[in-house]
């Protein structure tokens, strides 16, 4: 299974001693996972969980209650559409890691405004109030579904990674921002791992198949946390990083989760990809191997370009596509096993 340590190497911990984190959609799949890991393994001087959700931020305080590092931690109840109270929460803040956002696909296309308010507008918010407030660094999250785009949530994403990139223009250096991409978050809320997981336990006869030839990349919410904790570190600012991840075919899921339950083609839904994409060939001209990892780098900054270029840096080849269908890494049965087995029960 990949890891995105090769960055680390513990100067992470010195970046990040004494320093204040704010995580947008803190409480969501991602940022659980994400505060867990700072409040155990970094010695911060705070960390500011922002949401919506003042259930799971109550259920959140309860759990971390006994923790040694409980009293690091601040509730922020809050909107990314909210600049104000954006502004209000990032005072003194050091780092942002910016994970909230409306992510089901159906949802967006019914419900268009309140994607763009929150993906698109809530990106803006979230530039405005950092380079506002003086914050160091942002990070923001970003998915395959922003490349070469299908649907709304997809476009809204990709509005979105193209604000933080070009975010570095209009803080000229003072705040720096940069994205991660990467593909579908292993039994995260609206993957299809909880919805075969599901049908499973309520006794169904079969698992629905979109497409027998769908492919999708994996990878893990301990990974993502890894991975964009190890491109904070390294970020020099408008860079989109995107992990090197393994691929499976859906059906090949299906089969390991219920080898004895047959599959049912149901076709392919509105706004759903066949495969998925990460690196478009077109952003090839500006990507290098970084070895576990990829970036893209703006057109903008020639001297993030010329800086990046070291021995162990490779350039990609002309026409390089890093889609979920031709990927290297493909995982097995075993494999696909493994990943499931880490999935907390």
């Known amino acids: 299974m990949t890891e995105f340590t090769n960055f680390l190497n513990g100067s992470e911990a010195e970046e990040l001693k004494g ?12 940022g659980s996972t994400f505060v867990k890991n ?6 911060l001087k705070k960390l500011i969980i922002f949401s919506r959700d003042e259930d799971k931020q109550h259920n959140m305080e309860i759990r971390y209650r006994d923790h040694p590092s409980y009293d690091l931690l601040r509730f922020f109840i809050g909107d990314v559409r909210d600049q104000d109270r954006l502004q209000m929460a990032m005072r003194g803040v050091d780092y942002v890691i910016h994970a909230a956002a409306l992510k089901h696909v159906p949802f967006a ?5 309140e994607c763009i308010r929150t993906n698109v507008n809530g990106a803006e918010n979230i530039v ?28 809204s994403k990709l509005a979105s990674d193209k604000i ?12 720096l921002f940069s994205v991660v991409r990467y593909g579908n978050v292993v039994g995260s809320r609206g993957s299809v791992v909880p919805l075969f997981k599901r049908l499973i336990a309520d006794g169904a006869k079969s698992l629905p198949i979109t497409h027998p030839e769908m492919t999708r990349f994996w990878i893990t919410v301990s990974q993502g946390v890894d991975f964009v904790l190890s491109s904070l570190n390294h970020m020099q600012g408008g860079e989109i990083y995107v992990p090197k991840i393994p691929s499976s075919r859906i059906t090949d899921l299906a089969s390991v989760m219920a080898p004895e339950l047959p599959q049912e083609i149901v076709g392919i839904r509105p706004g759903e990809k ?3 994409v990460m ?4 952003d090839a001209r500006r990507t290098l191997d970084l070895g576990e990892r990829y970036v893209i780098l703006p057109w903008f900054n020639e001297d993030l370009w010329s800086g ?25 049965n075993g494999a696909i096993g493994d990943y499931l087995s880490r999935l907390p029960s």
């Open 274 to 276: 066949l495969h998925e």
């Open 38 to 43: 700072l409040l155990e393994n970094y010695d």
């Open 128 to 155: 405005t109030a950092a380079i506002r407030n003086g914050v160091a660094k942002v990070v923001a999250l970003s998915t395959d579904k922003a490349v070469n785009p299908v649907n709304l949530y997809g476009a």
């Open 308 to 332: 990046y270029q070291t021995d162990e840096v490779k350039t990609v080849t002309e026409g390089f596509r890093y889609a979920s269908d031709t990927n290297p890494d493909w995982l097995n």
């Open 164 to 175: 933080f990139v070009a975010a570095n223009n209009l803080a000229a250096g003072d705040t």
């Open 109 to 113: 296309e019914y419900n268009p405004f």
């Open 279 to 282: 690196i478009t060939e077109e």
């Open 19 to 30: 320093k204040v984190v704010l995580v947008t959609g803190g409480t969501g799949s991602f």
